[in-house]
């Protein structure tokens, strides 16, 4: 395949000029006999605002007066990752007229007597492809597209009926039985898609020092599929970095406490006591109760009154919960001492996060707290599940910490991670 810019101006040209090669066939793409273009590989290979800019140039050099899609996980994420750069990008401002119509999730791009509209839509699950559905488009961009249930993919394709559609594919790697990898990828030539994969060397805007950090910050399963770009099987223990290193005998002297709560009646229940400084979060005490050993259920009172003898007389700012342990949450508010925080309970992301404070130091957990200890050790991948599953044992205390990460030092930490904070607690 040769690549040509047969209409590309020499203003545009020189703007990407300094590109990876691999990141010219992006730009290219639009020009080939190709149907479809996915690109996948390592995070920050430069795939996504490469891939937009050359979506709405096609779409614009194309069409006019069409509706086209931009898909990503969540409708926030993909404004944020997606529309958000595209509108700042220098280039977009001097050659087109934007206007971002984010209450409608809607951008307009004019060009002379040229316009056209990028719809933003979200594939968070199964309901999502009702969103999708009724919609005429010219083309559709699915960024994280590994993260979509395949049935929102399918009806945003079939959505693309205006004649000379195109479709455009970015994601992370994944489990290799993942369906994308499967339909998609290693069926690529029966869909008539070229498939470009990145790794982080192809963006030569990265620095040395910015490669390193990311090398840094991930391990195990997620080091291979998001540093070195590989579609994987995650099996073996979870948190293999979990050591020596990431236990401590120290209490820090002050900081913002915060309790963390895996909900059992039979199945244990699980709270962990943390101490978050600036720099790090210490789980400095625990409570551990299995109603099955004791072959004693506990009541939501008597659990409540657990839970004032782990806080002590320290200030809680807030007991993140197991967002299904409604009666629980009430027993809490109807106390009145402790706000209850229903936790979020994604759980792969959550564990990707936990890691990633794991390994740089920023998760310790205190030699007291043995449960969690034991349970660090023992927390393993299901290797036989067609998808990312951890083993459902010797889990609880692993739920609420990975609670604690997601709901909690996610933002604490995010500046210190080279992300933008993500929301105001």
């Not at 998808?387 to 609670?403: C, Q």
Request: proline share 4%; glycine share 6%; charged share 25%.
């Amino acid at each position: 395949m040769v690549y040509m810019f047969p209409t590309l101006d020499f203003s545009v040209y020189l703007h990407f000029i300094m590109i990876s090669p691999k990141q010219k066939k992006i730009l290219a793409y639009s020009y080939s006999s190709y149907d479809a273009l996915i690109c996948d590989g390592a995070v920050r290979s430069g795939k996504t605002s490469l891939m937009m800019w050359a979506f709405v140039d096609w779409a614009m050099r194309e069409f006019s007066g069409q509706r086209c899609g931009i898909c990503g996980k969540a409708v926030d994420s993909a404004s944020k990752n997606i529309i958000v750069p595209f509108i700042a990008m220098t280039l977009a401002k001097e050659r087109y007229t934007i206007r971002w119509r984010r209450s409608e999730k809607i951008l307009e791009v004019r060009r002379g007597a040229v316009t056209n509209w990028f719809e933003v839509f979200g594939g968070k699950d199964e309901s999502s492809a009702a969103l999708i559905q009724g919609r005429t488009l010219a083309g559709v961009l699915l960024d994280e597209v590994a993260l979509m249930p395949e049935s929102f993919v399918n009806q945003a394709l079939a959505r693309c009926s205006v004649a000379g559609a195109r479709l455009w594919f970015s994601c992370n790697p994944d489990n290799p039985n993942h369906w994308f990898y499967k339909e998609w990828i290693q069926r690529r030539e029966a869909h008539n898609a070229l498939y470009l994969h990145f790794s982080m060397d192809d963006n030569p805007s990265l620095s040395e020092e910015t490669k390193a950090r990311y090398h840094s910050m991930y391990s195990g399963v997620f080091y291979e599929r998001y540093v070195l770009g590989q579609w994987v099987l995650a099996e073996g223990l979870i948190y293999p970095m979990f050591g020596p290193n990431c236990i401590t005998e120290e209490t820090p002297e002050s900081g913002v406490y915060y309790i963390s709560i895996d909900y059992g009646t039979l199945n244990p229940f699980s709270a962990g006591l943390w101490c978050v400084t600036d720099k790090e979060a210490v789980r400095i005490r625990e409570y551990y109760y299995s109603g099955r050993d004791t072959q004693q259920s506990k009541t939501d009172e008597e659990y409540y009154m657990d839970l004032e003898r782990l806080a002590g007389e320290l200030p809680i700012e807030t007991v993140v919960i197991d967002p299904s342990a409604a009666s629980f949450i009430e027993t809490i508010r109807r106390h009145g001492r402790f706000s209850a925080r229903k936790a979020k309970n994604d759980v792969v992301n959550g564990i990707v996060t936990t890691s990633r404070y794991l390994k740089n130091g920023k998760i310790k957990v205190h030699s007291s707290c043995k449960d969690a200890i034991r349970e660090f050790g023992l927390y393993r991948w299901d290797d036989k599940a067609q998808e990312d599953k951890p083993i459902k044992e010797n889990d609880h205390a692993m739920d609420e910490t990975r609670y604690m990460a997601e709901t909690i030092l996610r933002h604490k930490f995010a500046v210190d991670d080279g992300e933008r904070p993500i929301l105001p607690l």
